[in-house]
């Protein structure tokens, strides 16, 4: 390890942790790796249907530009165009390193390079393996950690629950203190550069969420309550097609529609038949019908929409209005698809499907509906703008920081790739992206760095795991009748119905309020358990707190913003496109000088800043210098 | 680099598959031949049979170093293995796994049935010269004795069982079979060999009782 | 589906330890499961609520769950005796009263969590992992590999380290240096891979030492229990068939 060899803390093991790691120790620093359990048990491993990168392999003229309109528009021009520039440039790139790794990429008949369709966009722009991609990503480089590990480059702290960062007088992040999940010790760290990548947020619409339970954003949480500012927080995905269940709904891919799966309902809402036995002519394919360029692969807002509409609306949930939880679902159906071509494809999420309800979709359409996904928003990160290129500049110490100096973000929980709605296999491809470029970047600011952690006082790093032992003392001591579970349960259920998929102004104040009032319940805490060690309920009760500040976040962005844009849906601020007109028809036209105008008001980045009273939330203009918003998007 | 080599784990666990299937199993399956003779009365087995063998020169050293040897070496080293592992035929109520304690509980039961057997035969016969002169009549006389016929009965079953089984195992050790398919498509070949052997063993048994005492082919 | 309709009471039977090396002990609770529960999410009830059959309130039983769909491994557990994932074991499939014990074979941290970091251990010691230069692109188009090659190998890319093939595995114990078979599935998956491959001796080196593949005794527990259906059998037999080859090149030399 050479002389300028620094120490680096990265928080998380995911796709975006892992490639920090490596770009750091590549980069000759010493990296003490922290998750909450082994990395290789991430969130990322969920991931099944796939990552975007341009190769061209399917003959249809795809090129790196296109990823980058398709990103932009998909996000409806909300995120900065720089970064998305970069990472689409550089995707091609990632997968090529990411095959030398190992990864088992699904092979064309000529052993090449498989892809497939994703929503959104029209090439098949999506590399895969199997149904089980984030699985063989996270797989790839959690053995390359694994074998730098072996050599003494990186070291591994599993089971370490990050509690907050360390920072000195002038407000420089120099280490972290955590806790021990068993021993429930409180430890300070020194870091000479801190990475954030803990993943997404989730679990703030638990049980109604396709993610992992330890999705929880209390980490990002923690550090925008030290002053790191949080940005774009009210857009958040919801996944058209996940499977109901009553303890987690399970995504069922956006592959599955890729590879030509059908979404529909019964035409009749009591049609009681077994769906096979329901004639074409009796189905409604209301995505083909509605948006007949894209048919069942529209961006995810737009299914899951249209899936709220035909359901809550139109009452024509499989089984009609009547039937209870029923009248919720719409059908996937794959039955028309060659079986073997199914399987090889996306054998991961038939099995899924058989084990957690027992049916097969092979046989009979499975039933699905919208849950709660994916964060857009997270941690503000900069970036800088590579004045000759045009993307970011490779390597330059601003990108991913966020704006406490050192300390950097990267995967889900920053806000940088996506803007206003993900598209489909963009994040997998971010995570990794962004992972790396932080890595880069911290070396850039390591070398510039003047002065390490070690010359912090101790002082600094003995007040602050004091201060959390202090808190974990105060949440253990029984005060009330509040259990930790019931708390975030009722999170859950406040966010779903009232900063869900549709948002009203009078619902969103009412969730702030409850939000607040659900926060001071806190102050009546019993975790019901007194155990010193392995206490799962003091962790869980400590996650929940910093996820009722974060949904609180969430609640006053999307109240700030009134307007729709991609996964933020306020109808009553709807620029509805004219049916049955198109770009030239004079309405058409109208349409676009009012979706102009409201661009003018509402294309912008919003920040949220922490204040003790609730968020101060702001605005930051985006970068639009490689595609201006003249297009409305428009996947009819 | 050449760690396989100087690592001797490795090669003594090849070691005690190969010496199981080729001194010991092959040996096993003569024997079971030898003895199925019995049939044919008690001149042709004494005299062609084990006569034959017992006029072989350097006999000793065959006996020493094709049979004992090989067979201390699998024997003392399968203790071993049987030592590092816990079976739980029970809990996981699968064929192979049932296979897997069989192969154990009759490692040890053969020891014990050897000590027996190969005491009361070739060890005995060293003190007492009558008896490696008169081998079938000795053997008919103790197998007449049912306890004795039972544990003789035992002891072949499991030895056949043993080697159909290892046969079996040492198939996927070496790397011959690997498939699901294959082994249990080689898994049939050696139960029904293991059927076969079965079958010689007993006939060998029951040959000592029912064959004539004296004089030439029934 | 009426989530009311549904709705039934079940007994679990737990084995709980305090601590590492606390005595361990059985408390038993009755719950209401809503339909298409699974043991996870039983769990998860029981965190809110915790108290015993006999109306005694405890502390809760710790567990460890992640995905809740059979991905990331975390939720292995003995059910009634046998070793699988808990998110994916419906409490309608199983018979009550239902009997939750850790995961055997690896050290208990507490209650039904235990310690599986030998197993990362393990996947150290057979270098389970492809040697490359470093994680920059170099421009190389990947490989070809052929489809049928393809699916061989993506059997095993799906291990998700869960240890329930250790757990049944009779030859891996605490006190045993066997990896078990998990591990060999991966130098199986590494040794196909295209420059894996360059490693392969010295992972079949690694694997012919002391804890390597001659420790197992094809009881073939493994692939019965793994939830993933990896074919560890074929893989045992394949590295079988390596390591006669790679003795027999370490004896006679190379080419
Ligand atoms: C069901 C599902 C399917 C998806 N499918 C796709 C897809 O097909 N294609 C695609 O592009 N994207 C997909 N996504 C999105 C994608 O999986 C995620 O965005 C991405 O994996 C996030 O990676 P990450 O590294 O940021 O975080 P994660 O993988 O979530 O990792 C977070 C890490 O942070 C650690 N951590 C968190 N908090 C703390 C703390 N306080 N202290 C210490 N450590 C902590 C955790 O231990 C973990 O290691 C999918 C998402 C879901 C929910
Ligand atoms: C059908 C049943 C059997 C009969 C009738 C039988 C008979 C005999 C006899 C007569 C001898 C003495 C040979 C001599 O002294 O030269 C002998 C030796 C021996 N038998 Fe058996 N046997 C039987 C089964 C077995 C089995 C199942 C085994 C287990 C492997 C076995 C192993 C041996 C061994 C190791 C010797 C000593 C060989 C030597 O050193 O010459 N026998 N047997
Ligand atoms: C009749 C004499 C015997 C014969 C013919 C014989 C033959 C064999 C064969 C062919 C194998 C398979 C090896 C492999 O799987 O690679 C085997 C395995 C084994 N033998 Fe024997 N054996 C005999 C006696 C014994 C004895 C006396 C013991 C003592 C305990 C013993 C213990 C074992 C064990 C434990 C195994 C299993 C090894 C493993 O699968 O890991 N065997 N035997
Ligand atoms: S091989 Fe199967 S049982 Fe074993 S750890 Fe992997 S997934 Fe689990
Ligand atoms: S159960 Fe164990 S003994 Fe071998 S075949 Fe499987 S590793
Ligand atoms: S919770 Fe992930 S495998 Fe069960």
């Not at chain 1, 966009?121 to 694994?146: E, I, M, N």
């Not at chain 1, 092979?362 to 800088?384: C, K, S």
Request: with cysteine; proline share 5%; charged share 20%.
């Amino acid at each position: 390890m050479s002389a300028s060899a620094r120490q680096v803390i990265v928080i998380g093991g995911g796709l975006g942790g892992l490639w920090a790691t490596l770009a750091l120790a590549e980069a000759g620093h010493r990296v003490m790796l922290f998750s909450l359990f082994e990395v290789m048990r991430s969130h990322s491993a969920c991931a099944q249907g796939g990552i975007n990168a341009v190769l061209d392999m399917k003959g249809q003229h795809d090129s790196v530009q296109q990823h980058i309109v398709d990103t932009i528009k998909g996000g409806s021009y909300l995120a900065n165009q720089p970064p998305i520039q970069s990472m689409c440039e550089d995707a091609p790139g990632l997968i090529r390193t990411f095959e030398r790794m190992g990864v088992t990429f699904s092979r064309t008949p000529e052993g090449l390079l498989d892809q497939r369709l994703f929503g959104g966009v029209k090439h098949k722009r999506t590399c895969f393996a199997g149904a089980s991609t984030g699985q063989q990503l996270l797989y790839g480089v959690d053995q390359q950690v694994r074998r730098l590990e072996t050599e003494g480059k990186v070291e591994k702290q599993e089971w370490w629950e990050f509690l907050s960062i360390v920072k000195d007088v002038d407000g420089v992040c120099r280490g972290i203190v955590a806790m021990d999940l068993r021993s429930l010790e409180v430890r300070a760290f020194r870091a000479d550069a801190v990475v954030l990548a803990s993943g997404g947020l989730g679990q703030i619409y638990a049980p109604k969420t396709t993610c992992s339970t330890n999705s929880t954003g209390a980490a990002a949480s923690r550090v925008y309550q030290q002053g790191a500012r949080f940005a774009n927080a009210e857009f958040f995905q919801f996944h058209p097609t996940a499977m109901l269940g009553e303890d987690k709904t399970r995504l069922m891919t956006e592959a599955a529609r890729g590879e030509g799966g059908r979404v529909w309902v019964p035409k009749d809402p009591g049609d009681r038949r077994e769906p096979l036995r329901i004639p074409e002519s009796e189905r409604f394919y209301f995505l083909e019908d509605w948006y007949p360029s894209y048919g069942n692969t529209v961006p995810r807002d737009i299914a899951a929409r249209a899936i709220w509409k035909v359901t809550r609306e139109l009452g024509l949930g499989v089984g009609g209005a009547d039937a209870g939880e029923s009248r919720d679902r719409v059908y996937l159906d794959l039955t028309h698809l060659d079986r073997n071509f199914v399987s090889t494809r996306l054998g991961a999420i038939l099995s899924i499907y058989r084990k957690f309800a027992g049916q097969d979709p092979l046989e009979t359409p499975m039933e699905i509906f919208p849950a709660a996904h994916y964060a857009m928003g997270g941690l503000w990160v900069d970036y800088e703008k590579d004045p000759t290129r045009g993307g970011m500049k490779a390597g330059s110490p601003r990108n991913h920081a966020t704006n406490i100096p050192g300390l950097y973000a990267c995967g889900e929980c920053d806000y940088a790739y996506h803007g206003a709605n993900r598209l489909g296999a963009n994040s997998l491809l971010s995570a990794s992206y962004s992972g790396r470029v932080a890595g880069e970047a911290v070396a850039s600011y390591l070398s510039g760095l003047e002065q390490g952690a070690e010359a912090a006082p101790a002082a600094l790093f003995e007040t602050e795991s004091r201060r959390q032992a202090d808190l974990n003392q105060q949440f253990s001591r029984p005060r009330g009748d509040q259990n930790p579970f019931r708390l975030h349960r009722e999170l859950g259920a406040l966010m779903t119905t009232q900063v869900g998929v549709v948002r009203d102004n009078a619902e969103l104040d009412a969730a702030l309020s409850s939000l607040r009032e659900l926060e001071q319940r806190f102050e009546r805490l019993d975790l019901s358990e007194s155990s010193r060690w392995a206490n799962q309920s003091l962790a869980h009760a400590r996650q929940v707190f910093d996820m009722v500040k974060l949904a609180q976040v969430m609640a006053a962005s999307a109240r700030a913003r009134d307007e729709c844009r991609g996964a933020h849906f306020k109808p009553a601020f709807d620029l509805a496109i004219p049916q049955g007109k198109f770009p030239g028809d004079p309405e058409f036209e109208a349409y676009r000088e009012r979706w102009k105008a409201n661009n003018a008001d509402w294309l912008k980045t919003t920040v949220a800043e922490y204040h003790p009273d609730g968020p101060r939330i702001a605005f930051e203009p985006v970068d639009l210098g490689l595609l201006a918003p003249e297009q409305p998007r428009d996947y009819r | 680099m050449s760690a396989s080599i100087q690592h001797p784990h490795f090669l003594l666990r090849r070691l005690h598959s190969l010496l199981g299937l080729v001194p010991v199993g092959a040996f096993l399956v003569f024997h079971l031949w030898e003895n199925s003779q019995s049939r044919f009365g008690a001149t042709h087995y004494n005299q062609e049979v084990v006569g034959a063998l017992q006029g072989l020169n350097y006999l000793l050293l065959l006996e020493v170093f094709v049979i004992a040897l090989p067979l201390l070496f699998h024997a003392g080293y399968g203790l071993l293995i049987i030592r590092t592992g816990r079976a739980e035929p029970l809990r996981y109520g699968y064929v192979r796994n049932g296979l897997y304690w069989l192969q154990r509980v009759s490692g040890v039961a053969l020891i014990l049935f050897l000590l027996l057997h190969v005491g009361l035969t070739r060890i005995a016969g060293l003190f007492d010269p009558a008896i490696s002169a008169d081998l079938f009549g000795y053997m008919q006389q103790a197998l007449a004795q049912p306890p004795v016929f039972a544990l003789y009965l035992v002891g072949v079953l499991l030895a056949v069982f043993h080697l159909a089984n290892g046969l079996a195992t040492a198939a996927i050790v070496w790397g011959l079979t690997s498939s699901a398919e294959a082994q249990r498509r080689f898994g049939w070949v050696c139960a029904g060999l293991g059927l076969l052997l079965a079958a010689l063993g007993v006939h060998g048994l029951l040959g000592f009782l029912i064959a004539p005492t004296a004089g030439g082919v029934a | 589906m009426h989530a009311e309709a549904n709705r039934q009471t079940v007994e679990l039977r737990i084995r709980r330890q305090d601590r590492p090396n606390a005595a361990p002990y059985w408390q038993s609770f009755v719950l209401e499961a809503r339909a298409g529960a699974n043991v996870v999410s039983l769990l998860m009830d029981l965190r809110e609520h915790c108290v015993t059959k006999d109306g005694e309130r405890v502390d809760p039983v710790a567990f460890e769950h992640n995905c809740m769909e059979e991905v990331c491994g975390a939720c292995a557990m003995l059910i009634n005796g046998l070793p699988r994932p808990a998110c994916s074991a419906l409490i309608a499939e199983l018979e009550a009263p239902i009997r939750l014990e850790p995961l055997p074979k690896f050290p208990v941290v507490r209650d039904l969590m235990v310690d599986r970091a030998r197993m990362f251990e393990h996947l150290k010691q057979v270098k389970a992992w492809v040697r490359i230069d470093g994680a920059w692109d170099n421009h190389e188009r990947a490989p070809r590999i052929s489809p049928q090659d393809w699916a061989a190998n993506y059997l095993y890319s799906r291990c998700m380290s869960c240890g329930c093939c250790m757990a049944a595995c009779p030859q891996v114990g605490s006190d045993q240096a066997f990896v078990g078979p998990a591990p060999l599935a991966q130098v199986r998956l590494m040794n196909a891979h295209p420059t894996g491959r360059y490693d392969k001796t010295e992972r079949l080196h690694a694997i012919m030492a002391e804890g390597g593949l001659s420790d197992c005794g094809n009881a073939q527990n493994c692939v019965r229990v793994c939830p993933k259906a990896i074919p560890l059998t074929t893989a045992i037999g394949e590295l079988g068939r390596q390591t006669t080859l790679q003795a027999l090149k370490d004896l006679f030399g190379n080419d």
